[in-house]
């Protein structure tokens, strides 16, 4: 389908967000970090976690009072080959970023590196993280709790977060290997793109409490946040698609982004308190970094995690399918048609962004204004 939204420059997009970030008391370092973050989804085409988010989950919280503008970033523990931190309900991107960059040095001195971190808010696309350490030409491993909405395997109650698990290696393609996906068979950031644009939820993706899949999408975020409905994991409902093994890799991110530090986890993640009150998230993230150099070298991985992603594109296809994708191809795709063209940017969210501007006084005239 044709693409009718206007393209917006990149560069204004991203000077913009640090602006507002820094309207809302985000240091400017730090605004950088976290707008780079949501362009990296738009770059590669995820847009339930780009552009779409920046006011709602960001700005909202920090003007909510939910989430600290200012990231008070403690380091708990550091050891040669993990690190612990505590985030104080900063910016999760800011607390990530520095995060990953402490343990690519381990990792680049000891093999690996692993760091957790606790008290933290969202991070943007877990994707993001893993990447840091496949363009440095390390293995990334990246994985976040998050607020509950999905339901354990013959639940409905909205236990596990959508718990993404997400890896990126390097490969001698132009591309790297990034899988980053949730654990659930979709996001809240999805559906909230859907009741955006009037679509369902296509069916399977949700159930209510009386078992059964929801579609209206604009009904699901209102039944998510109060319990009415679940999100269902990686497999959909019930077992005979095996929707116990996204419910048991969910459950792996949660108990690694809690158990290693101490952190909050399930029905503690809620966004409200026992009197209905907006409360911070107290999310808890880990990231782990392999250095190919200490087992056969970068050289010798990039070229065998080339050779499989080949061999799996030339191998036989379906009837009637034009091509096999392998992990972050589609990406690197979007990339190469945007990155001339710039950011597609909706009414819902131009509306937004005007919002933001017109709140902090801030002196922009946006492209579609003209």
């Avoid at 550091?78 to 990953?100: E, F, N, Q, R």
């Avoid at 809620?270 to 970068?298: A, M, Q, T």
């Avoid at 034009?322 to 990406?331: H, L, S, V, Y």
Wanted: hydrophobic fraction near 40%.
């Amino acid at each position: 389908m044709a693409e009718t939204r206007p393209y917006i420059a990149w560069d204004f997009i991203n000077k913009f967000m640090i602006d507002a970030f820094v309207a809302a008391g985000v240091p400017e370092e730090d605004a950088k970090i976290c707008a780079d973050v949501l362009l990296e989804s738009d770059r590669r085409g995820i847009e339930s976690h780009g552009c779409n988010r920046f006011k709602p989950i960001y700005i909202d919280r920090i003007n909510a009072g939910i989430q600290n503008p200012v990231t008070n970033y403690e380091v708990i523990k550091d050891t040669p080959t993990t690190l612990v931190v505590d985030a104080h309900d900063g910016m999760g991107m800011v607390a990530s970023y520095k995060a990953m960059n402490t343990i690519i040095e381990k990792a680049k001195k000891y093999g690996m590196g692993m760091a957790v971190v606790r008290n933290s808010t969202h991070f943007g696309i877990a994707g993001y993280w893993a990447m840091m350490a496949s363009k440095q030409g390390m293995l990334g491993i990246s994985g976040t709790n998050a607020r509950p909405s999905i339901a354990p395997t013959f639940g409905v109650d909205n236990m596990l977060g959508t718990n993404p698990l997400t890896f990126a290696f390097p490969t001698d393609e132009p591309f790297d290997f990034v899988l980053d996906c949730a654990t659930s068979i979709t996001q809240r950031g999805k559906i909230e793109y859907y009741a955006r644009i009037g679509k369902d939820t296509p069916e399977g993706m949700v159930i209510g409490r009386d078992g059964k899949a929801m579609t209206d999408s604009v009904q699901i975020l209102s039944d998510l946040t109060t319990e009415k409905a679940a999100l269902t994991p990686l497999g959909g409902i019930g077992e005979d698609l095996a929707g116990y093994k996204g419910y048991g890799y969910a459950t792996v991110v949660e108990i690694l982004s809690a158990a290693l530090q101490g952190g909050q986890f399930l029905k503690a993640l809620v966004d409200r308190d026992e009197n209905g009150n907006k409360k911070p998230y107290h999310l808890g993230h880990f990231f782990i970094v392999i250095n190919p150099e200490f087992f056969l070298g970068e050289e010798s991985f990039r070229k065998t995690a080339g050779d499989i992603l080949r061999d799996l594109r030339q191998s036989a296809k379906a009837p009637g399918a034009k091509q096999i994708f392998t992990a972050g191809e589609k990406e690197y795709l979007v990339w190469q048609e945007r990155k001339d063209k710039g950011v597609p940017i909706g009414e819902a969210v131009q509306k937004e962004f005007m919002a933001v501007r017109d709140a902090y006084k801030l002196d922009y005239t946006f492209p579609w204004e003209k």
